[in-house]
């Protein structure tokens, strides 16, 4: 199989795992805005996204170091070893940030005990999750990656189905995650029969990952920055009801993580299997353009249809999220295309360049946040994070060329069908607009959308559609 060919499908195996789960979960979304208190869901978003600052700080990024030097190992032995290293910094460097947690948090006696509890069980479940999720990766364990977050997903579903028909808090909702979190990765152990990788400390090998998971810290921590520092900032500058309202427009740009995240998954392994032959930057440059074009579909998409997604799927009390969508949504587009220039950084094991390019958007981030958050609030937020994106990504593009040249595509085309669809979204806050004129813009705004969508895929569609008939007369022609 070609490499393109084993991409799409570690692609597909880890979306089949995923994706039907995560669109549970957004069907659950009008649940989450009938039952809980706006405060409350943004103190829940606030620790889940204070937890992707801590757990790079507690672990070094040493399960991605572990993922990286896996894909090279060869034998038990070395598997091993790696995998021994991973555990002895992780279990260290869990135990220090226990009592750290609690000091911290009692000192500034916010929250009760039992917050604080859920609170320290929580980070430790994210850092267990994660190291399940690198070791099964690193393994080329896919179907069983794909597996287990299927599995990790219904247990959160219904656990937080039943948190939120019951008792609906910040504090239950984390408790349900971290429950869910623990189960999944401990079947993730046992699958893989985890005690038979453990062994003794080896300090070159150890020295050898912390060289390159240390670099990675800085970058994870300045894109938990640019999330977090507009979270904690709208908190305390604003109100925890903004942040909810912020949390909730978040929502739906999620979704383009979430697709995108499929294929970034399988990506990074991709890309570091490439690295050593001849023809890889032919390779890189055609997923590139691939990549790039669904992934401005899906983002044009999903602001075509929020007109009529969103009164369906969110409460009346977060009607105010309607508005930032489109600005997070074009943000989160350029996040994941500057993580696509991260996959080849990482591939040349060059992780210096990440941490440097995402700190520098990280300060930029805070400093318009601090400057107009009490001008003009939730904005700020807004703008502060799709500059702070757009930044990585024209950083990491002039860095690439040290290693190769991506070719782009042309501009014009998708400008204007953004500014098209952008215009048609809005135009629900032009005064005195009847609301038929409103549906008919919208409706015509997400035909153009679906069409142009179809056009510049057209070469990945047909090339899909031949697949499946081939497959068909395959398996026909064995009956």
Known sequence: MSHKGELVKNTVIIAIGKLSTQVLSYILLPLYTAK???SEYGTFDLVATLSLFLCPVITLLMEEAMFRFLI??????????????????????????????VLVLNIL?????????????????????????????????????????????????????????????????????????????????????????????????????VKYSLPLVPNSISWSIINMSDRLILTAMVSSQANGIYAMANKFPNIINVLYGYFYTAWKESAARIVKEENKAKYYNSIYHDMKKFLYSVTL?????????????????????????????IATYYS????????????????????????????????????????????????????????????RKYKLKRYMKLKELQLLGPVTMMII?????????????????????NIISFALAILYSIAINKKIIVTLVDKIKSKRRGTSDEN
Not at 163 to 185: G, H, M, Q, R, Y
Not at 301 to 329: K, S
Not at 421 to 439: D, E, Q, R, S
């Open 36 to 38: 809980m208190v706006v």
């Open 336 to 395: 994941n295309l500057s993580s696509f220039y991260g996959g080849i950084f990482s591939a040349y094991k060059d992780t210096k360049i990440m941490g440097t390019t995402t700190f520098v958007a990280a300060t930029i981030n805070l400093i318009i946040d601090l400057a107009l958050v009490k001008f003009i609030g939730i904005y700020a937020a807004c703008f502060s994070t799709l500059i702070a994106n757009v930044i990585v990504y024209y950083y």
């Open 72 to 101: 090279d190992a060869e034998g038990v032995k070395e598997k091993k070893k790696i995998i021994s290293q991973t555990i002895i910094y992780t279990v260290i460097g869990t135990l220090v940030f226990i009592p750290l947690a």
């Open 421 to 441: 669809v952008c215009l048609a979204y809005y135009t629900k806050y032009i005064t005195g607009i009847p609301m038929a004129i409103y549906w008919v813009i």
């Open 109 to 209: 006696n916010i929250y009760p005990p039992s917050f604080i509890l859920v609170f320290i069980v929580f980070i430790i479940s994210n850092i267990i999750i994660n190291l399940s999720n690198a070791l099964a990766r690193g393994l080329s364990e896919i179907k069983l990656y794909s597996l287990s977050n299927f599995i990790l997903g219904i247990i959160t579903l219904a656990l937080t189905i039943v948190v939120l028909l019951t008792k609906p808090s910040a504090e239950t909702l984390l408790w349900a995650d971290a429950i869910a979190n623990i189960l999944t990765a401990s079947f993730v152990f046992i699958k893989l029969g985890m005690n038979k990788y453990i062994g003794k400390p080896d300090k070159e090998k150890m020295t050898e990952m």
């Open 301 to 329: 998409l999903l602001i075509a249809v929020m007109p009529f997604a969103f009164p369906i799927f969110i409460n009346g009390q977060y009607d105010e999220a309607y508005i930032y969508i489109p600005i997070v949504m």
